[in-house]
Nanobody
Framework: QVRLLESGGGLVQAGGSLRLSCAAS????????MGWFRQAPGKEREFVAA?????????TYGDSVKGRFSISRDNGKNTVYLQMNSLKPEDTAVYYC?????????????????WGQGTQVTVSS
């Protein structure tokens, strides 16, 4: 069983930065892809970023965050991070950490097996 706990959300002004953390308990080795999704009120859950092992650590990003967000993982701490820079009001959402026992990245939230409770990120204009 994998449990995920997000932290680091909060209120930030447009143009600012935040770093989200996702602490995982249970086995989340190289066989697991780790990722972040977000969901704004009235909208569907949106893929943000993922990191997976395929000969080396590979990262994938949603189009709306490319060049601004960066995902990384510290395997020693069993933690995944999402560094968010140049934040915009449209980045406001609840951010969810997710894990899936596969090395194939899918941007469809229904395919992911494990989820955290989410952390709120609010970007003011």
């Amino acid at each position: 069983q994998v449990r995920l706990l997000e932290s680091g959300g909060g209120l930030v002004q447009a143009g600012g930065s935040l770093r989200l953390s996702c602490a995982a308990s249970g086995r989340t080795d190289r066989s697991y892809t780790m990722g972040w999704f977000r969901q704004a009120p009235g909208k569907e859950r949106e893929f943000v970023a993922a990191i997976t092992w395929n000969l080396y650590w590979r990262t994938t990003y949603g189009d709306s965050v490319k060049g601004r967000f960066s995902i990384s993982r510290d395997n020693g701490k069993n933690t995944v991070y999402l560094q968010m820079n140049s934040l915009k009001p449209e980045d406001t959402a609840v951010y969810y950490c997710a894990a899936d026992r596969t090395t194939i990245v899918t941007i469809t939230s229904m395919s992911w097996e494990y989820w955290g409770q989410g952390t709120q990120v609010t970007v003011s204009s």
